[in-house]
């Protein structure tokens, strides 16, 4: 049993895992998100110090806390010397060794694939005549059932990429005992993953035995791989330069308070004004134009997909917990100061009649069909829709939807996702819009069993 702490920090929304590791005295970060006052919590909770901040990789899915949390705490930042960065830095290479208090020792292992540079850190806890391996930080390598994807750097690199992946995943198996523990950064949901795992621990010896780039010869794996990666988040783009440039501490301060009149000029001048309540209550009454991404979903990858970058944004939610809640999630991804912000109820936000639309399930859209036709758009990804969809649906992906209402068809619209978040993000764009809609809130499992005909691969 090590006497080593390894203290997961989830950023569920974001699909992510930070990582602090002490003895009792001293500490280590492994991949710090942007909100670095988590980790300084954390710090005074267990009473240590923190001496070593690790940056696996250049992270394209969010913006690092790592420099700012190096400069607030006196930290040294750890990052590959290998990259391209603007900002000072501690360099590590493939084979270094760093000694972190008295008990443990980090081994930085390039395992290329994610990105070109990526490291893992194997940690191993010393002292005492003991020499244990505790476990692999292996950031966008080795992940649960899976690896990180290897397509973020252009498609010129991805073949060079997926196969550096394969190699580095049998490189960790090699090197580590079968009960060293993998504490990887990506795999939890985030669109850095290859592909997603509902797993929530594993050990090297567990990734043996299920693991594709562990189980499958390297043609295989490749080939299984690339043929099952969609979409990723058009945020990305922006991340990896950033990150490079070194992120400040953010200000999480509240935005300023705007009334009706002002949020009415916002939407007009093209601005985006964003309701945070759930889909249910923004379907009942909402303020006209406002855009609908509910914080019980996710909020920061959508949002954050969808809109062009640099557009203002005001925040609506029913509490500034709420509002300072949505501030948290956008500073990950790089908007970081939005416009204004408002809280209350629709009532508050506009001095116009409210807008609303209909929900329904999918057994309602099939009795519908019996009577009337009606245009049936589909917003998932199109990987999605190739799988399983409905006979004589549109398919407009939740991402191109905002440029593209214009190839809605004419017509009474219902849109559907796989659960419902995404098809009311797209009903409050329909709505702003001014189309006649109905939002249907329900899984597509329940589709084909209550009637409607599917085609596709799975249906």
Same mark, same amino acid.
């Given at each position: 049993?090590s006497? @080593?702490t390894v #203290?997961?920090?989830?950023?569920?929304?974001?699909?992510d %895992? *930070? !990582?602090?590791?002490?003895?009792?005295?001293?500490?280590?970060m492994?991949?710090?998100?942007?909100?670095?006052?988590?980790?300084?919590?954390?710090?005074?909770e267990h009473? #240590?110090?923190?001496?070593h901040? +690790?940056?696996?990789h250049i992270?394209?899915?969010?913006?690092?806390?790592?420099l700012?949390?190096?400069?607030?705490?006196?930290?040294?930042?750890?990052?590959?010397g290998e990259?391209? #960065?603007?900002?000072?830095?501690?360099?590590?290479?493939?084979?270094?060794t760093?000694?972190?208090?008295?008990?443990? %020792?980090?081994?930085?292992l390039a395992?290329?694939?994610?990105t070109f540079?990526?490291?893992?850190? &194997? @940690?191993?806890?010393?002292?005492?005549d003991?020499?244990? /391996?505790?476990?692999?930080f292996?950031g966008?390598?080795?992940?649960?059932?899976?690896?990180?994807?290897p397509? @973020?750097?252009?498609?010129?690199?991805?073949d060079?990429?997926? %196969?550096?992946?394969?190699?580095?995943?049998?490189?960790l &198996?090699?090197?580590?005992?079968?009960?060293?523990d #993998?504490y990887?950064t990506h795999g +939890?949901?985030?669109?850095?993953?290859?592909?997603?795992?509902?797993?929530?621990?594993?050990? =090297?010896g567990?990734?043996?035995?299920?693991n594709?780039a562990l189980?499958?010869?390297?043609?295989a794996?490749?080939d299984?791989l690339?043929?099952?990666?969609?979409a990723?988040?058009?945020? !990305?783009?922006?991340?990896?330069p950033?990150n490079?440039?070194?992120? *400040?501490?953010p200000d999480? /301060?509240?935005?300023?308070?705007?009334?009706?009149s002002?949020?009415?000029k916002?939407?007009?001048?093209?601005?985006?004004?964003?309701? @945070?309540?759930?889909r249910?209550a923004?379907a009942?009454?909402h303020?006209?134009g406002?855009?609908?991404?509910?914080?019980?979903g996710? +909020? &920061?990858? !959508?949002?954050?997909?969808?809109i062009t970058?640099?557009?203002?944004?005001?925040?609506l939610?029913e509490s500034?917990?709420?509002?300072?809640?949505?501030q948290?999630?956008?500073v990950r991804?790089g =908007?970081?100061?939005?416009?204004?912000?408002?809280?209350?109820?629709p009532e508050?936000?506009?001095?116009?009649?409210?807008?609303?639309f209909?929900?329904?399930? +999918?057994a309602d859209?099939?009795?519908v069909?019996?009577?009337?036709?009606?245009? =049936?758009?589909?917003?998932r990804?199109?990987?999605?829709?190739?799988?399983?969809?409905?006979?004589?649906?549109?398919?407009?992906p939740l991402?191109?939807?905002?440029?593209?209402l214009e190839d809605?068809?004419?017509g009474?619209?219902?849109?559907?996702c796989a659960?419902g978040? %995404? &098809?009311?993000?797209?009903?409050?764009m329909?709505?702003?819009?001014?189309?006649?809609l109905?939002?249907?809130?329900?899984?597509?499992d329940?589709?084909?069993?209550?009637?409607?005909?599917?085609?596709g691969?799975?249906?």
């Open positions: 049993m006497a @080593l #203290v997961p920090i989830e950023t569920p929304t974001l699909g %895992r *930070s !990582y602090l590791v002490h003895d009792g005295e001293v500490a280590f492994v991949d710090p998100q942007r909100d670095i006052d988590r980790v300084l919590s954390l710090l005074d009473g #240590v110090r923190l001496t901040v +690790f940056e696996t992270h394209n899915d969010y913006l690092t806390g790592g700012a949390l190096a400069q607030h705490t006196g930290a040294a930042y750890l990052v590959n990259d391209d #960065v603007s900002f000072e830095r501690t360099p590590v290479a493939d084979g270094e760093v000694e972190v208090g008295g008990r443990m %020792r980090v081994t930085a395992t290329p694939g994610h540079t990526h490291l893992s850190y &194997a @940690l191993t806890e010393t002292g005492d003991l020499d244990h /391996s505790v476990g692999v292996s966008g390598s080795l992940l649960f059932g899976a690896t990180g994807r397509d @973020l750097l252009g498609e010129e690199h991805t060079a990429l997926v %196969r550096h992946q394969h190699a580095s995943a049998h490189r &198996a090699d090197l580590l005992p079968d009960e060293a #993998v990887p +939890f949901g985030s669109f850095c993953a290859a592909s997603q795992s509902d797993a929530t621990e594993s050990t =090297i567990q990734e043996k035995k299920a594709p189980t499958q010869d390297e043609q794996y490749v299984e690339l043929a099952g990666l969609g990723w988040p058009a945020y !990305y783009t922006h991340m990896a950033a490079a440039s070194g992120p *400040s501490e999480l /301060s509240a935005p300023a308070v705007a009334d009706a002002e949020l009415r916002r939407i007009e001048a093209g601005e985006w004004v964003v309701d @945070l309540r759930n249910t923004f009942a009454g303020a006209p406002t855009l609908n991404f509910g914080l019980d996710g +909020f &920061a990858t !959508y949002l954050g997909w969808l970058w640099g557009t203002p944004v005001t925040l939610g500034a917990d709420d509002v300072a809640e949505a948290r999630e956008l991804i =908007i970081d100061r939005p416009a204004a912000h408002a809280t209350g109820s508050d936000w506009t001095d116009r009649e409210l807008g609303s209909e929900t329904a399930t +999918f859209l099939a009795q069909r019996h009577h009337r036709e009606v245009v =049936i758009l589909d917003v990804r199109t990987d999605e829709h190739d799988k399983a969809k409905i006979v004589g649906a549109v398919n407009i991402h191109e939807l905002w440029h593209r809605v068809p004419a009474e619209v219902w849109v559907h659960g978040y %995404r &098809a009311s993000v797209a009903a409050s329909l709505a702003a819009a001014d189309r006649s109905v939002a249907i809130d329900d899984s597509f329940n589709a084909e069993s209550v009637g409607l005909n599917l085609v691969p799975e249906a």
